[in-house]
């Protein structure tokens, strides 16, 4: 193959390149807004408002950064 070749190439290759592009786009979007995992997904959006969590951090000791209790 020659450089004239490549050349002639180019359009077809960047054709073949933005559609593959488009069509993982597509597949990603379809995985994120699937039925199937919109459950887990609303799990993982609240799991900061846990309350079991919240429970644990009150009965135990309150540690700054160093590790050293507060009071």
Not at 13 to 39: D, E, H, N
């Given at each position: 193959?020659?450089?004239?070749?490549?050349?002639?190439?180019?359009?077809?290759?960047?054709?073949?390149?933005?559609?593959?592009?488009?069509?993982l786009?597509?597949?990603?979007?379809?995985?994120?807004?699937?039925?199937?995992?919109?459950?887990?997904?609303d799990?993982?959006a609240?799991?900061?408002?846990?309350?079991?969590?919240?429970?644990?951090?009150?009965?135990?000791?309150?540690?700054?950064?160093?590790?050293?209790?507060?009071?």
């Amino acid at each position: 193959m020659d450089f004239s070749t490549l050349e002639a190439l180019k359009p077809t290759l960047i054709s073949f390149q933005t559609l593959a592009l488009l069509v993982l786009f597509a597949g990603i979007v379809w995985w994120a807004f699937g039925k199937r995992r919109k459950g887990k997904f609303d799990d993982a959006a609240n799991s900061i408002f846990d309350e079991k969590e919240e429970q644990q951090h009150r009965q135990g000791a309150e540690k700054d950064r160093a590790g050293a209790n507060k009071e």
